[in-house]
């Protein structure tokens, strides 16, 4: 089955739920196109973003099917030099606050991608596994002389894994928002984990989401949206606590989340002042969720207006970026290959593609035309401007300008 609407909340189980944003019927955000693809219907699937009512969790109930989605993936972490740098400071922080004093420790790395964090905890001489299900990307991989899983993590892999031996750390960046059955992952990592071992995740932050109209996060991978308010009552039913809460910047907002079993750890004034500001914010209030989806559409028709008075003017118009959330907001924002002419990527595996649903091919940004004084770039990788402005110093010297859709629309 190619998909299915869900009735019941991800983590409470509750099945009272209300409509916050519907974005239309979309095709899946990292399907990109190839040539001979063109001419075929693609397939599009509801995109809705809904509130539970009884423990606010956002997420999304039109489930499409995980194999469908994730089983040959474009998107390389080692693309992308932010993340890289992000990830050489995250594994020095995992080896010094919780592998340096212990004996032999095994890491476990879920959603590995293509081994970019893995390769930089190698370093330390620590032993580690990953567990990919694409299998594009875990052939990546081993390459890279890591051992990888190809499968989908859950319950049963889990205690596979854990019949040979134990994780002293689980590791998971966005993926916990992937995960339909988040019951069964729960379970998993329980399992795997030692008693005194540490389980963190990196997830997109629903109050980033909610204050910045950031809409186009919003796609069919990324089924949940958490608050630290819905996750510490769910952790809680299964003996876990959050002791630790970081910010980060990578994604647009996100918070890198550190569970152990009750009692482990000394729970940090982090955690309270998260869960303060969410109830000072109105993260349990309907009034919050209403206005930010009435910012939405009037952000829509703002950028509308925006390109079709650039269109008129004859310029050249491109997307910078071919992330997953550009084309969320390709599609809702109907920008297809007639009012853009072309999108820029760095990632090899897109290069020479089409973007999903609006038809725009995708080329090496070292290809783009030169008249950069007639160019306007639609900043689709929003959530790296301040490297792109950096980056692309000549264009805009040369008369190029960029247009910043989120959270308002904004020339530079």
Same mark, same amino acid.
């Given at each position: ?7 019941? $909340?991800?983590? $409470? ?11 239309? &019927? ?25 509130? $539970? ?49 212990? %004996? ?7 959603? =590995? ?30 390459? =890279?002389?890591?051992?990888? +899983? ?14 040979? +031996? ?14 339909? &059955? ?19 995740? +990196? *997830? ?22 958490? =608050? ?15 002791? %630790? ?10 918070? #890198?989340?550190?569970?152990? #079993? ?23 209030? @309907? ?18 207006? #925006?390109?079709?008075? @650039?269109?008129? @003017? ?28 072309? *999108?820029? %990527? ?17 080329? &090496? ?13 639609? @900043? ?11 980056? +692309? ?20």
């Amino acid at each position: 089955m190619m998909y299915k609407f869900r009735k019941t $909340c991800r983590l $409470c189980s509750g099945n009272d739920f209300e409509l916050i944003l519907d974005l239309g &019927n979309q095709p899946p955000s990292n399907s990109f196109l190839s040539k001979n693809q063109l001419k075929n219907k693609m397939r599009r699937f509801p995109l809705r973003l809904y509130i $539970c009512k009884k423990c606010y969790h956002l997420q999304l109930l039109d489930v499409v099917n995980k194999k469908y989605l994730f089983s040959n993936y474009l998107y390389l972490t080692s693309a992308n030099k932010p993340i890289i740098e992000h990830f050489e400071k995250y594994a020095d922080s995992m080896y010094n606050n919780f592998l340096k004093k212990r %004996d032999n420790p095994f890491v476990v790395e879920i959603g =590995s991608n293509d081994g970019t964090l893995l390769k930089k905890i190698l370093r330390y001489k620590i032993k580690v596994l990953g567990v990919e299900p694409a299998k594009n990307l875990a052939k990546l991989s081993r390459k =890279s002389k890591i051992k990888t +899983e190809n499968n989908f993590f859950n319950y049963n892999l889990a205690k596979k894994i854990s019949n040979k +031996e134990k994780a002293d750390l689980i590791i998971a960046n966005n993926v916990l928002g992937h995960i339909d &059955n988040l019951n069964d992952f729960i379970k998993g990592v329980s399992v795997l984990l030692k008693n005194t071992g540490v389980f963190v995740f +990196e *997830v997109p932050y629903a109050l980033n989401l909610i204050k910045n109209l950031e809409f186009d996060t919003i796609y069919h991978e990324h089924i949940s949206y958490f =608050s630290v308010i819905a996750l510490s009552n769910w952790f809680k039913k299964y003996n876990f606590e959050i002791f %630790d809460i970081e910010k980060q910047s990578v994604h647009g907002g996100t918070i #890198r989340v550190f569970i152990s #079993r009750k009692n482990n750890f000394k729970i940090k004034k982090s955690v309270e002042n998260i869960l303060n500001k969410e109830k000072e914010y109105g993260i349990r209030k @309907m009034k919050t969720y209403d206005k930010f989806s009435r910012k939405i559409e009037k952000l829509k028709s703002t950028l509308q207006k #925006r390109i079709k008075k @650039m269109k008129d @003017m004859d310029l050249i118009i491109f997307g910078y970026g071919a992330p997953a959330k550009g084309n969320v907001l390709l599609n809702y924002c109907e920008f297809d290959h007639k009012m853009l002419d072309f *999108v820029t %990527d760095t990632t090899i595996l897109k290069q020479g593609k089409f973007t999903p649903g609006t038809k725009i091919p995708i080329i &090496n940004p070292n290809k783009k035309p030169k008249n950069y004084s007639k160019m306007i770039g639609l @900043m689709l990788a929003w959530n790296y401007k301040n490297n792109i402005i950096e980056n +692309e110093k000549n264009f805009l010297k040369k008369g190029g300008k960029f247009l910043i859709p989120i959270p308002s629309a904004q020339i530079i």
